[in-house]
């Protein structure tokens, strides 16, 4: 079993940017994919963005260009760089993986608050 950790989150002016960290709590060199998932208040959690194994990402169309997201696999880490944040993306972040068995774990969240 591993447990994520996520940290990076705050408060941010609209064109703003931040940058979130995953910390893993074992090697995610065998995790078959990571992901970041954020839930705004009244809404359901939505998919931000997916890196497998391999280092293929893939976005949710609301991110494309704005958003990057890569991994460490020495640091157990995986991260999300949030460029030209806007109002709309404030919502709790979530980091997210499955194993080679499929099973999905995730951590806590951090707040990520867009606002003048």
């Known amino acids: 079993q591993v447990q994520f950790v996520e940290s990076g989150g705050g408060l941010v002016q609209p064109g703003g940017s931040l940058r979130l960290s995953c910390a893993a709590s074992?090697?995610?060199?065998?995790?078959?994919?990571m992901g970041w998932y954020r839930q705004a208040p009244e809404k359901q959690r939505e998919l931000v963005a997916v890196?497998?194994?391999?280092?293929?990402?893939n976005y949710a169309d609301f991110v494309k260009g704005r958003f990057t997201t890569s991994r460490d696999n020495a640091k157990s880490t995986m991260y999300l760089q949030m460029n030209s944040l806007e109002p709309e993306d404030t919502a709790v972040y979530y980091c997210?993986?499955?194993?080679?068995?499929?099973?999905?774990?995730w951590g806590q969240g951090t707040q990520v608050t867009v606002a003048s």
């Open positions: 997210s993986g499955r194993d080679g068995w499929f099973r999905r774990y």
């Open positions: 074992s090697s995610i060199f065998s995790l078959y994919d």
């Open positions: 890196i497998e194994g391999g280092g293929s990402t």
